[in-house]
Nanobody, 113 residues
């Protein structure tokens, strides 16, 4: 059974940075497109960034230029570097395949002064 364990969230001031990490237990991890998703209170979960097995990336307009997704296939990890954070980035952040399988616990990011 595939599991995803997210970490690195926390409370940060507007303009600050955080780096999220995700460890996956999936066999053949390197073959899958991986994504970072988020769900803000009262909103649907959305895909904000993904990365192919070869390292090509895509970003939602809301995070483009501020967030960077990366992966380490040998360690089966995915990271999300988040810079210039805004209050509207406050959400529960998840990693998963794209398209997704059952979700992990996520990691909370709160951007507030």
């Amino acid at each position: 059974q595939v599991q995803f364990v997210e970490s690195g969230g926390g409370l940060v001031q507007p303009g600050g940075s955080l780096r999220l990490s995700c460890a996956a237990s999936a066999s053949y991890f390197r073959l899958y497109v991986m994504g970072w998703y988020r769900q803000a209170p009262g909103k649907q979960r959305e895909l904000i960034a993904n990365i192919t097995s070869g390292g090509s990336t895509n970003y939602a307009d809301s995070v483009k230029g501020r967030f960077t997704i990366s992966r380490d296939n040998a360690k089966k990890t995915v990271h999300l570097q988040m810079n210039s954070l805004k209050p509207e980035d406050t959400a529960l952040y998840y990693c998963n395949f794209d398209p997704p399988l059952p979700w992990g616990q996520g990691t909370q990011v709160t951007v507030s002064s």
